[in-house]
Structures are given as C-alpha cells and as structure tokens.
C-alpha cells in the first residue's frame, strides 16, 4: 500500500502502521526462536519479550482507536528481513553456544530497529501533541531498551564464552 505523506499525521500513522505489522509477524516468529535457545537463561528472556511483544502490538491498536482511525494494512520489509536472517540462523548446522550467541545477535538487531521505530513514533507523537500516545511509545521504547540489555547481559555474561570455547 502507497502512502501518501502530506502531513506529519500521515506519516506518524504510517509509522504506527509499520510498528504494528512489524510487532504482529515477531509475534508469530517468536515461539520458534525461544525453542531453538538451548540456554534456559536466553529462553526465559525470549519467552519474556514475547508476553511484551503482544502488549506493544495492543498499546498501537488502542493509538489507533484513539485517533479514530483503523490501523492501514502495511508489511514491514524491514521486520520481515531481519526475522527471515534469524529463521537462517536457525537452519544453520552448529554447536548449541554459537547458535545461542547467533540468536542473541539477531534478537538485538531486531530490538535496535525496534527501538528506532519507538523512538521516532514517540516524538511524531510529541510533535502532534498527543501526549497520551506519547507515553504508550514511551513505555514500550522502554521494555525495548530492557529487553536490548538483558541480552547483551546474557551474551557478556556467559553466553558468548561458551561460543568461543564450543
């Protein structure tokens, strides 16, 4: 679907509409990504960020509705790449440490455009003076943010190691 970008309200919406998509197909692509994990530690945050995956998909839907609006029908390219590179993660023949360092780096990746789109989204908001919608951004930049960090902890913490010994 082609946009038309005359307004920062257009544009705004079309970044709503392309978080959404993006938060919809990582929400299918998730459950296969926390059961290739061997390590129990990286399963848990995976299996954690994907219970906020949906909250961030439901937190865009009810921007939606506020704006009176319904969420246009768009496919994130983006998002839909960077999953498909950690789908060939996954088919990969290797040890178990190198594919959990592997995921790791493919789950930041997918949190670093995550947290870009957010942060762009929050001061579109901003700008618009809908500061309610500000605040859902706002919260889910957040979780994105913790979620970047909590892998990064189990990559320097141990994950990372392993690999280099496998």
Do not use: W
Request: net charge negative; hydrophobic share 40%; proline share 2%.
């Amino acid at each position: 679907m082609k946009f038309k970008l005359d307004s920062m309200k257009s544009l705004y919406i079309e970044q709503l509409a392309d978080l959404l998509n993006a938060e919809r197909q990582l929400e299918k692509a998730m459950p296969t990504l926390v059961n290739a994990a061997a390590s129990e530690d990286l399963r848990e945050a995976l299996a954690s960020h994907m219970e906020e995956t949906r909250s961030h998909a439901q937190r865009i839907e009810r921007i939606f509705a506020d704006l009176g609006e319904q969420p246009p029908s768009l496919k994130c390219a983006a998002m839909h790449g960077l999953i498909e590179e950690a789908r060939d993660i996954l088919k990969a023949d290797g040890e178990d440490a190198v594919r959990d360092a592997a995921i790791i780096a493919a789950a930041q990746r997918i949190e670093h455009y995550e947290i870009a789109g957010y942060g762009c989204a929050r001061t579109f908001a901003h700008t618009l003076g809908r500061e309610s919608d500000a605040e859902f951004l706002r919260t889910t930049l957040d979780e994105e943010h913790a979620a970047d960090k909590r892998l990064s902890r189990l990559a320097e913490e141990g994950i990372n190691q392993k690999a280099a010994f496998a």
